[in-house]
Nanobody, 122 residues
Framework: QAQLVESGGGLVQAGGSLRLSCAAS????????MGWFRQAPGKDRTFVAS???????YYTDSVKGRFTISRDNAKNMVYLQMNSLKPEDTAVYYC????????????????WGQGTQVTVSS
């Protein structure tokens, strides 16, 4: 059974950096697109970034130039390096794996992690 486990969240001041990690197991990792989504308090879960099995990457506009998604297929890991963090980046961040074409929608992903909290103070 596939499992995704996120780590690396925490409390950081505005302008700081965090690196989220997601460990995948129970699936053929290299054949899946991996995505990061986030859910702020009282809001819907939204797309942040994704990386295809070809390593092509996609970002939502609000994080372009600040966040970088990467993957290590040998270790079954996906990462989200977050720099220049802003208070509006505060959310629970979720890792997801899927094979759908609509990479920025939840429906493209089959498997989800439990989430990790990121809090950015002003």
């Amino acid at each position: 059974q596939a499992q995704l486990v996120e780590s690396g969240g925490g409390l950081v001041q505005a302008g700081g950096s965090l690196r989220l990690s997601c460990a995948a197991s129970g699936l053929t990792f290299s054949s899946y697109a991996m995505g990061w989504f986030r859910q702020a308090p009282g809001k819907d879960r939204t797309f942040v970034a994704s990386i295809r099995w070809t390593h092509r990457t996609y970002y939502t506009d609000s994080v372009k130039g600040r966040f970088t998604i990467s993957r290590d297929n040998a270790k079954n890991m996906v990462y989200l390096q977050m720099n220049s963090l802003k208070p509006e980046d505060t959310a629970v961040y979720y890792c997801a794996a899927g094979k759908g074409l609509e990479f920025n929608t939840e429906g493209a992903y089959e498997y989800w992690g439990q989430g990790t909290q990121v809090t950015v103070s002003s």
